[in-house]
């Protein structure tokens, strides 16, 4: 078993280090974050930092890595006040993987990229046509982080929009069915499998699946 210190890991050379920093917590939900500028210049990057933060009222947390002088989603999320999440399928990873490319400033993702926007009544930001789930949200608390320069947004789900068959019967989100797929670092990509669902646990019963009634 190796064991890395601190010390050890400072003293990585930098593309080592990053690689490993980004995979070492696994496997992570990938979505493309679409936004738009005040003026209408559409954009749309590769996010994995997406998390579950509430369920009433419903949000998600997202970090984004400090800001450049190219990077315009911050700064579309701060103008207009709304953004979309879209999640990255098996058609679409490869695509989805070059919106992390350096664009310049105001050149559309969705053009470069093949995707195709997707335009909700009364909602400013394209979302992805080619994402079988599409998230329209607010953000509610934008924070800076200090630490390392990045930032928090968190945002409120105000509309959902989901292919056919990919909400269960209990409000659960079939991934499986939807061709969601998952990341690890910056360039692996992964298309999950269901183990099993387990029962809501309790101190007094013993660990039970809800898929085949067995303990």
Known sequence: MDTIGSDDIEKMEKSYRTAMMNSI???KPLNLLGTISS???PNLCIVSSVFHLGSNPPLLGMILRPPRPHNDSLKNIRSVNQYTLNNVTSET????????ASYPSGVSEFEQCGFTAYHQEGFKPPFVKEST????????QITDIELNGTTLVIGKILLI?????ITLPDGSIDHI???TVAGSGLDSYFLPRL???????K???????????KS
């Open 25 to 27: 917590s696994g496997y």
């Open 39 to 41: 003026d209408g210049k």
């Open 93 to 100: 990873y490869r695509n989805a993987h070059q919106t992390s």
């Open 133 to 140: 789930i599409k998230i329209g949200l607010e953000p509610v």
């Open 161 to 165: 929009i989901a292919d056919k068959d």
């Open 177 to 179: 069915n939807a061709g």
């Open 195 to 201: 183990l099993d669902r387990l029962a809501y646990a």
């Open 203 to 213: 101190p007094d019963l013993q660990v039970s699946s809800i898929l085949t009634n």
